[in-house]
């Protein structure tokens, strides 16, 4: 067992802090005076102010080495989505967690803010307005999506036992969006040069929740800052949404043409491009051991694409007194913005 010194309470770690939402996270806690240690198993920038930790986080004697006299946790480090890796999945978001949590528990950490997702209820029909208290996903969509449920019941489970003085609360963001954001804006901006940017699927009428990256960090902060003994906040998860629904199609419509591409215009139904998703995801998953083939359009996307998912964040208002910073179209702009290298002709 490590030797306990008495924590800062404005000492904290951040698990995963070389990712998107991670140094968006980590830049803002600078900024409000926190010193931050961070744990990635890569290192992608330097920062004053910041302590880098670079190793695995099912690795825990590297973790305590990071933790050390550390409060408090954002644990905010995954395997990417779109990496479809059962065994990467199991082994990072479920035994990892686990690890993240015993060496949380060992070097006297107070408080583990986990990013879970809103996607942990979503099994690819519609959702308008959800609390959390939907159940989670029964036949979830993906690997990414059956370990995140894994993680976030590891992380209340933790808290329920009421170990005095170590408490959990897991925030549940959705789609996530913002500038170095590696997924949303590349991956739409790689499909519209490959010409795979012409149709709506479905209708086109289905409301999604993206979410700004800093609202994002703001209900983080929130979260870890009204997290106490006794509040409401000790196990539960909290969805953090822009709280402004908008038309997926819109939505993506608005990024591209911001930088330059057509919007898609010609539908397709949902039934005929979700049975084509799979049959490709089928094939790429029977192909693997010869060739590793990526549709861009996999069943999760399509499903993500052509039905309702929007969620409330009234119990995030409610018990932390969130409310968005960035609302929807300032936070396109911003994020259009920042991306000139992905300009059309660029
Ligand atoms: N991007 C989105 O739209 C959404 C993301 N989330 C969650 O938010 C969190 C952050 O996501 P992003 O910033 O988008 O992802 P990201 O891929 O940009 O960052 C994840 C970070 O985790 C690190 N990491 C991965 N495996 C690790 C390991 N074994 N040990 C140490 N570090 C490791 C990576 O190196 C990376 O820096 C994740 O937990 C994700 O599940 C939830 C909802 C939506
Ligand atoms: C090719 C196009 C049909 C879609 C391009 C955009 C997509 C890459 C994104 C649209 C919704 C996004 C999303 C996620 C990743 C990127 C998108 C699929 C998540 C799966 C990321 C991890 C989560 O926890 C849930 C997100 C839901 C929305």
């Known amino acids: 067992m490590a030797t306990r010194t008495r924590p800062s309470s404005k000492r904290c770690a951040v698990i995963g802090g070389s990712g998107f939402l991670g140094r968006h996270l980590l830049e803002r806690l600078v900024d409000r005076g926190y010193t ?22 099912c690795d825990r004697q590297a973790l305590l080495v990071a933790l050390k006299e550390v409060s408090i946790v954002f644990h905010c480090a995954s395997p990417a989505p779109a990496s479809d890796d059962r065994a990467l999945f199991q082994r990072v978001n479920i035994d990892g967690t686990r690890t993240v949590i015993q060496a949380c528990h060992e070097a006297g950490v107070q408080k583990l803010i986990l990013t879970s997702s809103a996607s942990v209820v979503f099994e690819g029909t519609d959702i308008k307005n959800g609390r959390e208290d939907l159940p989670y996903a029964k036949k979830p969509i993906d690997y990414y999506t059956e370990t995140k449920i894994q993680q976030e019941k590891l992380s209340s489970e933790i808290n ?15 789609g996530i969006f913002g500038p170095r954001d590696p997924q949303l804006v590349p991956i739409l901006i790689d499909a519209a040069r490959r010409g795979k940017m012409k149709f709506i699927i479905g209708d086109g009428s289905n409301l999604v929740d993206f979410t700004y990256v800093e609202n994002v960090v703001h209900g983080h902060i929130l979260a870890a800052e009204h997290l106490k003994a006794d509040s409401p906040l000790c196990g539960q998860a909290y969805h953090i949404t822009n709280d402004e ?25 949902y039934t ?39 969620y409330s964040c009234a119990r995030a208002k409610k018990d932390m007194g969130y ?13 259009v913005e920042s991306y000139p290298h992905l300009r059309k002709g660029a």
């Open 272 to 310: 005929l491009v979700y049975g084509i998703a799979l049959l490709l995801w089928l094939i790429a998953l029977v192909l693997r051991p010869l060739i590793r083939i990526k549709p861009t359009f996999s069943p999760m996307r399509v499903a993500l694409a052509g039905t309702h998912h929007y």
């Open 245 to 269: 629904p908008v038309r997926f199609w819109d939505f993506m419509s608005q990024i591209l043409e911001g930088l330059g591409y057509s919007a898609p215009r010609y539908h397709l139904p």
């Open 36 to 57: 931050v240690n961070v744990f990635d198993i890569r290192q992608a920038y330097e920062l004053p102010g910041v302590t880098f930790h670079r190793g695995d986080l």
């Open 160 to 174: 329920q036992i009421k170990e005095k003085g170590f408490l959990t609360v897991a925030i549940r963001p959705h």
């Open 323 to 335: 409310q968005p910073l960035v609302p929807l179209r300032e936070a396109i702009v911003r994020t």
